[in-house]
């Protein structure tokens, strides 16, 4: 059974430099980025020699590698055959052979050979001496099972979710923790390392609690022989050992259930009616925010542009909140927060896909354009002012100067106003078909439209910036003035130049969609969401 499944694996490898340009590309720059990731953890962790914190960061780089191993898979759910035992189902096959199958053909792969080569560094940066060797390597072998079987047991469990609408959205929403962890590791990691306040010695707290956890215990197995204990490592490994079998066990009858339950990830879900709110009373205008304002609550895409708004607006002000000015960190908060609402919903008429034929029989003229634009900007306002007001507040008072979020209230306002503004223009101007593929959670644009998005991306976030000079330079001018009086008046300057900006914004949207509303829907047409 395992010679079977691993020879499929590999067919199934070898099949993907043979299938389309896509595919074949995809596979490439998989492979290579899995050979940098190996040599990069390799040369990592072989630098740890000699480190008086060597134990603790690799016990970090260890969990890190577990986590990756938990959550990866539950976002690319079903481009691997290994993944879905679904597709087994109709065998007539036994659950051991089965799992011993399925963990070898999840074994097989560029992915596991990366994780395995960078994890055996620690033969050189941890280990000191012959034995400590020897239980470096095994250390590596069982962190590499208990990341392939961890990843095996939280597929198969969730394997009937994941088939689902609701299983789709959770795995869309795992795309902002990986998020998260990649501006960490780009931004603020490296700013942290380079001013010196954060050292090996520094992982020290953390150690003390992940050297419970199997990675953890793999790790601190190879310092116990390096010091001369080698009953202590033995028995760390044996743990690990046994954490793999408990996963194993749980693994097994888990995919033995889901081998005999059928399948309900099909069935249909009751349908609720009734009227969209304001949908009467808004004409136009209110039934269109009406809509879009139920989708920004249940597209995972919306969530996770929200998402990783917030994220932004917290990164982009971490670095400048520690200087001197620490002013700027929340101005820059409120500023990103406004300039993504826009920059993450410039394509107006390809996110709407080829459903926008039921709004394009009723988009005749410019005004009924306008509705439909102003439908759009309520909708997102109604999520991103309550952002860019509160976010950089909450910055604010952990930063200890809460009159700086109050100021940067008036710049979020205005920044939001130009988004949504800017927005509108370039769903107008450079609209492109978008879609989504199998494993990425987030669309992109059509192959050919490469220019149009950076157009409508990098032009969207110079255009709010430019447009929000005017409050930036008004809050810099207004320091004299006290703050009962300055605070109130940029404020409200701020929701009004915001507000004239979203309007300007949707005359001239409307102005350019005018007249084009037939090839608008052709390139809707063409997405695939």
Known sequence: MARILVQLKLRLLLGALRATNATR????????????????????LAALRHNGGAVDLTAVIYTVFALGWLILPLVTFGLDATLDPATLALY???????????LAASATGA????????????????????????????????????????????????????????????????????FVLYEVFAQVLPRAIGHHELTAASFAEVDSWLRWLPPGLAAHAVQDASTGHAGT??????????????????????????LVTADSSTQTASVKGGALPLGRSGGLTG??????????RR?????????????????VSLSALRGNHPETGVLLCAGFGGAFTGLLRGDLFGMAGPAFYLDALVLSDRRALRSWFAGQNAAVAVIAIPLVLVVPLVVAIISGHPVNGLLAMALGLAATGAGLGVGDFFSSTLPYPAEQRAGSPIPRQVNGFAMQAVGARFGGLIATAILVIPVIVAIGATGSVADAVRIPALIAGGAIYGALLACAGIALGAGLAQGKVPELFQ?????KL
């Open 25 to 44: 590309v995809s596979f490439i720059v998989s492979s290579t980025v899995a050979l940098m990731v190996a040599i990069g953890t390799f040369v990592g």
């Open 299 to 315: 597209d995972p895409i919306s969530m996770i542009y929200w998402g990783l708004t917030v994220v932004i607006m917290v990164v």
């Open 523 to 527: 390139l809707a047409a063409r997405s």
């Open 233 to 258: 490592a033995v028995l760390r490994l044996l743990l690990v050992a046994a954490s793999i079998v408990a996963l194993g066990w749980l693994w097994a009858r888990a995919l033995s259930h889901a």
């Open 287 to 296: 039934t269109v925010a009406a809509r879009s304002l139920a989708y920004q």
């Open 92 to 102: 007539p096959l036994r659950t051991r052979p089965l799992v011993i199958g399925l």
């Open 111 to 178: 992915w596991p050979l990366a994780n395995l080569i960078g994890e055996l560094g620690i033969t050189v940066g941890l280990a000191h001496g012959a034995l400590a060797v020897l239980i470096a390597v095994i250390a590596a072998l069982l962190q590499v099972a208990f990341c392939l079987t961890l990843a095996r047991l939280v597929t198969t469990a969730l394997a009937g979710l994941m088939r689902s609408r609701r299983g789709r959205d959770l795995a869309a929403l795992a795309i902002i923790p990986i």
